[in-house]
């Protein structure tokens, strides 16, 4: 099969539905897929049917609605196409079951919405994300809401946020004279991953049990030569990204780049941009997809943040943007972005809500594995900053100061040979400390972890700026003379939220006190950025946007810092399990043989030098006590923990972590120091570097 025929082979796509549906039933189809029309329940049979007979074409068997509940994962429940008819049977998909399913609700989180004695929930049919036909059963893409009507999942207000922010583009955009059917978000999510030898995961408990490595000493070698980093891919890797790319073009998900990471054994994997929901959708079975395909190679693909200390971590870039059904991007700058005033505004208003929800688009990435990423010169700081770029951070320098601006034109470039080709030089450079930066077209939000949802982030950033429209269109509606008070309204925002704007090092030393000058949040843990959704003016964004209830945002956060407990608690409990049964008495067997070498050396002859021995004997025993009394603290403070999520979730962070860092301490150190004989796990150099 050749790839333009290997694209999207598992996917109910738009050429499958032209070709299956009755002309009309697929108008309607596409009407409510392009438009956000209604769906026309009226339809449904026969797109069911159609899409059942496409199914088992390829070799389907049963259905599923597949939906992401709120634990950062998807879920499914498979049902067979297999219904009886006397003593036969037929296969069939009714259009009520392709609607509407009813899995089990009483076992997801819900953060308090629903008793867990409530067992019933509904999934319904996201026909703006196409279903697929995967290891014998069709994928239907679904929400996932419980009996009395709350959001369970990611994906339903993820899809009112698009909505919100489409129906509030829409009025900024009628000021301007322009009309659309609709605006849509897009995002393409950039993967960041480890591989790693599958025989060497499974001997290491804290791998199997967390996803990263609670012990380990530095390598010899890490990243410092940054060799690695765009490298010569290793055939095994090289074998493993041609037959991830294969499986992902076949359910039709743009992968399009690939490249070595700056730590070993460290990748990357971008897409290319597509509509928010379905590239969220893409995500999530990418991720899925990358560690089926690292297992029929004999790897393992970490998609924990941070889980090898002293490299390194992953995240994934969320390149987002928006544009109206006929092309127009409305953070397009043009030539003269200083003159474009549809874009100035649609600026200064992602600036303005960025800045003005800054604690909760911070919030939108907490979690316990991206705290250990978040700040450390590997990914952004945990200060919500935007940059601009060279261009356009000069013209709004020169709004907010008052002074004229001096264009700033793309230059050709060379390299001084006349036989080397010309290149443009862009208007900008890039900053890869900003956490959220302007990069030609676009913003990209470089905060997010690894393996966490792409929704979450992009619900925050979809209401915030469907809200700093709306209030846009409020300020300017009826204004007498239309450019001028979109001049001055867009002028007003720079300057109100210019203490957001940060062109310059965000690794510098110097930026965090200026960041606390300027009175922007600095929330270092998901313990602290977390609670800033139960802010009021917080809750109120969402709920005028119509994108979560009051009591929805609050479900959430205590869902977020439920997770972060539990997270912390049993990389903590597993911690101490393998410091008590493999760590301290492979140390001692060290030990006793140092002590053994040390008899017999003294039982030839008192003249046999042994202070080496008798020293490193001294040092590991010591060392060792000290570790196990580290453990005997984190276990003793672990349980002894407060009340209710905010109060458990401070000391997880202030006091449990801390304890792991010091029982970590000791055992890295004595890993240093002990024969590997003895040490009983694999380390750092083996973990990074086996993969050939």
Not at 233 to 246: A, G, H, Q, T
Not at 509 to 531: I, Q, S, Y
Not at 670 to 681: A, G, H, I, K, R
Request: aromatic share 8%; net charge negative; proline share 5%.
């Amino acid at each position: 099969m050749n790839l333009t025929e290997l694209f999207g082979c598992n996917v109910f796509n738009d050429d499958v539905m032209k070709n299956s549906l009755p002309k009309e039933v697929y108008k309607s189809l596409k009407r409510t897929i392009d438009e956000g029309a209604p769906l026309d329940s009226s339809i449904a049979s026969a797109v069911a049917n159609a899409m059942k007979d496409w199914a088992v074409s390829k070799g389907a068997t049963h259905y599923t609605h597949w939906f992401q509940p709120l634990t950062n994962l998807t879920a499914e429940k498979h049902d067979s196409f297999i219904e009886p008819s006397g003593d036969k049977i037929i296969l069939q998909l009714t259009g009520k079951n392709l609607i509407v399913g009813e899995p089990d609700a009483s076992s997801f989180p819900s953060g308090g919405t629903r008793a867990t004695s409530a067992a019933r929930g509904y999934t319904a049919w996201d026909p703006t994300s196409p279903a697929f036909v995967k290891e014998g059963t069709l994928y239907i893409p679904t929400v996932f809401v419980s009996y009395t009507g709350e959001t369970l999942d990611k994906k339903a207000p993820l899809l009112k946020s698009m909505t919100a922010l489409d129906a509030q583009a829409k009025r900024l955009l009628k000021l301007f004279g322009i009309d659309c059917r609709k605006v849509a978000t897009t995002v393409g999510p950039e993967q960041e991953y480890f591989l790693i030898d599958e025989e060497l995961f499974n001997q290491r408990k804290d791998l199997v049990l967390t996803g990263r490595t609670l012990f380990g000493a530095p390598p010899t070698r890490g990243q410092e030569l940054e060799d690695h980093y765009f490298g010569s891919l290793k055939e095994r890797v090289s074998s493993f990204m041609r037959d991830l790319d294969e499986t992902l073009w076949s359910y039709g998900i743009f992968a399009k780049t690939k490249h070595n990471e700056v730590a070993p054994a460290q990748h990357e994997l971008a897409p290319v941009f597509t509509t928010t929901n379905v590239a969220v959708d893409a995500n999530q079975l990418t991720m899925e997809l990358m560690k089926k395909v690292a297992k029929r190679h004999g790897l393992v693909c970490l998609l924990h943040e941070k889980p090898f200390e002293g490299v390194n971590g992953s995240g994934k870039h969320n390149n987002w943007s928006l544009s109206t059904d006929w092309g127009l991007n409305l953070l397009d700058p043009g030539e003269n972005p200083e003159n474009n005033r549809l874009f100035m505004l649609v600026l200064a208003c992602v600036i303005a809500a960025v800045d003005h929800y800054q604690g909760i688009l911070r919030a939108s990435v907490a979690t316990a594995a991206n705290d250990h990423r978040l700040g450390a010169n590997e990914a952004p700081p945990a200060i919500i900053s935007v940059y601009l770029g060279d261009q356009l951070g000069a013209i709004v320098d020169s709004i907010v100061n008052g002074r004229a601006y001096v264009p700033k034109k793309a230059i050709p470039g060379s390299i001084g040979v006349p036989s080397s080709p010309i290149f443009p030089i862009d208007t900008t450079d890039r900053n890869r400390t900003s956490p959220f930066a302007f990069t030609g077209n676009k913003f990209e939000f470089r905060m997010l972890g690894s393996q966490a949802s792409v929704a979450d982030p992009n619900i925050v950033l979809n209401t915030i700026v469907a809200q700093a429209f709306s209030e846009a269109v409020e300020a300017l509606s009826g204004a007498e003379d239309f450019d001028a008070a979109c001049k001055q309204y867009t002028e007003k925002l720079l300057k109100d939220h210019y203490r957001i704007i940060f062109n310059y090092n965000g690794y510098g030393p110097e930026w965090e006190p200026e960041a606390e000058r300027r009175g922007l949040l600095n929330n270092k843990t998901t313990a602290d950025a977390v609670p800033e959704f139960f802010k009021r003016e917080n809750i109120d964004v969402f709920v005028k946007q119509g994108v979560y209830t009051e009591k929805e945002v609050v479900a959430r956060a205590n869902i977020a810092l439920e997770n972060y407990i539990k997270t912390i608690n049993i990389e903590a409990l597993t911690m101490a399990e393998m410091a008590r049964q493999d760590i301290y008495p492979s140390v001692n067997g060290y030990v006793a043989e140092l002590c053994s070498v040390i008899a017999a050396k003294r039982a030839v002859s008192e003249k046999l030098a042994c202070a080496a021995d008798t020293a490193l004997a001294e040092k590991l025993s010591a060392m060792n006590d000290k570790m196990m009394k580290a453990v005997e603290k984190l276990e003793k403070d672990l349980a002894h923990m407060p009340e209710g999520e905010r109060a458990a979730s401070r000391k997880m962070a202030h006091t449990i972590v801390p304890d792991m860092e010091a029982v970590r301490s000791y055992a890295d150190a004595m890993e240093q120091l002990t024969s590997s004989d003895y040490w009983p796990y694999p380390k750092y150099t083996d973990l990074l570097y086996s993969v050939k």
